[in-house]
């Protein structure tokens, strides 16, 4: 039962049974049984029968059918649009299925400018996103069509004879910006994707929102390095290259949390278990890994608890907008009195869980104090016991991550993510990007191995 209004949320709820287990993915999906040896561990489980309980109901299989609906029948979630109600309603959906108390936690967030790039004749790959950013100061709610002309660096272009009718692109400076977009509709320009530089590897640079323009006559668009790598290798094969892009504003814009709860033994002022992740994505990212991967654990884990009495009363909760400054945790821990802070034991914040990328090997347990708590404690327990403790590193020191709201009020909180083995910040190369898909970004073992460990350690506090 769902404490909420707005629009139906029914169109999606059946969405998940009518995707198809078709997606190409770069794990196959796990086969190990609840005493065999995972990837990657380094011992053999030694299982009690409360984790056993957990492991023998965990499917990576349904977690994947949630994952398909949200990054690619939702695609990008950006905090506030359309597409993220859409992604917030399914979740709620699922969670009103599996029996909790359901509730959307509505807050405001800032204005939006997305644009959309079409490839007229089918000359660009189609197995990434070609969601951007849109300009603010540029054309907005239009669409426009044109061939690629490339005027190379926009501080010192070098301006093609047949300007008229196209649209240009360009290396972007933000100091360049204002007198290139002017002298591009000047020359008769329709529109202006603007490229970033690229990042050090194994970063990559996402789509953007250019700023710094005031009353730009035509659009004017900021794309991802992976977009801008396929548009430049498309115009080096091609003779012509039309494209079409659209821009949008979203204004006035409302977010969603999304918390379903199922009251524990110990009664109304009992403690409190919640795990978490967050559901939207940034813009021109499908958001597969980031979060989809933590979203879908959450609601696994949602799915396997809703049959297990527990003496606390557990929480699921899925943030909306934390990519834009964790705001809806923080949001969410605002509103909460001290008594019912007091009454949390521990937060499981899952971002990040599953990506297939080979270096990611190592289990972080990401704590913002950098102290450990009941929440890293909990899972170190769960990796002992599943023979992974050898993967986990931490706690260390790092936020950025919806645990950051918790503990910044001092409720025990942690991150729990799979990164590379040199610092937590050595990401994926899809991270932010558009090729954060299921089938580029997400590994269903490390899933797995992720709804094992949070399932476990949750469990271990909860019912105490």
């Known amino acids: 039962m769902t404490e909420r209004s707005g629009l139906s949320r029914r169109g999606l709820l059946g969405a998940a049974a009518g995707v198809t287990a078709a997606t190409a993915l770069t794990a196959a999906t796990p086969a190990w049984g609840v005493d065999d040896l995972r990837p990657g561990a380094v011992n053999k489980p030694k299982l009690d029968r409360y984790d056993r309980e957990i492991v023998s109901g965990l499917s990576s299989d349904r977690a994947l059918q ?6 690619e029948r939702i695609g990008p979630r950006i905090g506030g649009t359309a597409s993220e109600k859409r992604a917030a309603d399914y979740i ?12 959307l936690e ?32 540029g054309k907005l709610d239009v669409t426009v069509e044109g061939p690629v002309r490339d005027a190379g660096p926009a501080s010192a272009p070098v301006w093609p004879a047949d300007v008229r009718g196209a649209i240009v692109i360009a290396d972007d400076t933000a100091a360049a910006r204002p007198a290139f977009v002017a002298d ?7 529109g202006v994707i603007l490229l970033p530089a690229d990042q050090v590897y194994p970063r990559r640079a996402s789509a953007f929102s250019p700023a710094g323009l005031t009353d730009a006559p035509i659009p004017v668009i900021g794309v991802a390095q992976v977009q801008k790598r396929l548009i430049r290798e498309a115009l080096a094969v091609v003779t012509s290259l039309p494209l079409k892009i659209s821009t949008a504003a979203h204004r006035g814009l409302i977010s969603n949390n999304v918390i379903g709860e199922r009251r524990g033994k110990s009664g109304t002022n009992g403690p409190i278990v919640m795990v978490s992740g967050h559901y939207d994505s940034v813009i021109g990212a499908p958001g597969a890994n980031d979060d989809g991967s933590g979203t879908v654990l959450t609601m696994e884990l949602a799915r396997v608890f809703s049959r297990i009495p527990t003496n606390a009363t557990l929480r699921f909760a899925l943030w909306g907008s934390e990519e834009q400054g964790l705001i809806g945790s923080r949001y969410h821990v605002a509103q ?6 007091d009454r949390y034991r521990a937060v499981f914040q899952n971002d990040m869980v599953a990506t297939s990328w080979d270096p990611a090997v190592t289990y972080w347990l990401l704590s913002f104090t950098g102290l450990a708590n009941a929440a890293t404690d909990s899972v170190r327990g769960a990796g ?5 403790d050898a993967r986990l590193v931490g706690p260390v020191q790092r936020g950025a991550s ?21 610092a ?15 089938a580029k970004n997400v590994s269903l073992e490390r899933l797995q191995v992720s709804m094992e460990l949070i399932g476990c350690a949750a469990y271990a506090v909860a019912r105490q």
């Open 336 to 341: 909460l009195a001290q008594d019912q802070r």
């Open 106 to 137: 509505p807050f405001p967030v800032a204005d939006k400018f997305l644009a959309q790039i079409t490839d007229v004749r089918g000359m660009l790959p189609d197995d990434i996103c070609w969601q951007a950013g849109a300009a603010p100061g």
């Open 184 to 190: 591009a509709a000047a020359r008769g320009a329709v």
């Open 424 to 438: 937590p910040s050595y990401l994926e190369p899809p991270y932010h990007s558009p090729e954060d898909t299921i």
């Open 384 to 388: 002992q016991r599943l023979g992974y």
């Open 66 to 71: 949630h994952l398909q609906v949200l990054s």
């Open 92 to 103: 709620a959906g699922q969670l009103d299925k599996f029996g909790y108390r359901t509730r």
């Open 402 to 422: 919806d645990h950051q709201s918790f503990q910044e009020v001092g409720i025990a909180s942690a991150n729990f993510s799979w990164r590379g083995e040199i």
